[in-house]
């Protein structure tokens, strides 16, 4: 099954504490994505990257981190969280062409974080 | 820089009325427009799309939008509602940039379905 397969789904912890939430997806995707989505700002892009190796800022990338070692994963890392990026996060994926073609993008399921 | 706004955060309907959704973009260039729907504690989930030709596009549950580029809206409807609609609605315009395309959403709109 296709799928963008996201973790942990629900995660609270303590400000300044390192943590990474992973996401992966089976569908061999150049493209894929990382958003925030908070309320009455819809979903907010932080990251995304191309292909392996290639990454560039989104719209709010202050605060995050991300890695593209391998085509499949694409991991957000937050270095020093902080009570402001206490959100609900998605990763998406999408072939490159398909996103220049209007194809649609694949989201996980979502991890929602609380940073106390 | 492409945008879209989303008109009324919150949207009220009673089972079997017209659902209707509204959406506007800015975009220096032709877009490609979506409807994506989020159910309670799931992802998002592709509803419709335009992207070239016909500007009344149809999607899944029986929703439908259509794409008035002299407006720059993209409206979704569905003529009767169902408790089953009851989520939260994002309009989307791709980004087609040198450095790299992405989604733009709008703010979504959260539609209660009332019995």
């Known amino acids: 099954e296709a799928q963008v397969t996201q973790n942990p789904r629900y995660l609270i912890t303590v400000t300044g504490k390192k943590l990474t939430v992973t996401c992966s997806q089976n569908?061999?995707?150049?493209?894929m994505s990382w958003y925030r989505q908070d309320p009455g700002l819809g979903l907010r892009q932080i990251y995304y990257?191309?292909?392996?190796?290639?990454?560039d800022k989104g719209d709010v990338p202050e605060g995050y981190k991300v890695s593209r070692k391998e085509k499949r994963n694409f991991p957000l890392i937050l270095e020093s969280p902080s009570p402001n990026q206490t959100s609900l996060y998605f990763c998406?994926?999408?072939?490159?062409?398909?996103?220049?073609?209007?194809?649609?993008?694949?989201f996980g399921q979502g991890t929602r974080l609380t940073v106390v | 820089a492409q945008s879209v706004t989303q008109l009324g955060s919150h949207v009220s309907v009673s089972e079997g009325a017209l659902v209707l959704l509204r959406c506007n973009y800015s975009?220096?260039?032709?877009?490609?427009l979506f409807w994506y729907v989020q159910y309670p504690n799931q992802g998002l989930q592709l509803l419709l799309k335009?992207?070239?030709?016909?500007?009344l596009v149809k999607g899944i549950n029986g929703f439908e939008a259509e794409f008035k580029k002299s407006e720059t809206s993209f409206h979704l409807t569905k003529p009767s509602a169902h408790m089953s609609d009851a989520a939260e609605y994002f309009c989307?315009?791709?980004?087609?940039?040198?450095?790299?395309?992405?989604?733009?959403f709008g703010g979504g709109t959260r539609v209660l379905v009332k019995p």
């Open positions: 998406a994926s999408s072939t490159q062409s398909g996103l220049l073609r209007g194809t649609e993008a694949f």
């Open positions: 569908m061999n995707h150049e493209y």
């Open positions: 990257s191309m292909n392996v190796e290639v990454t």
């Open positions: 975009s220096s260039v032709p877009p490609y």
């Open positions: 335009y992207t070239t030709g016909a500007t």
């Open positions: 989307a315009v791709i980004s087609i940039k040198a450095a790299g395309n992405k989604l733009t």
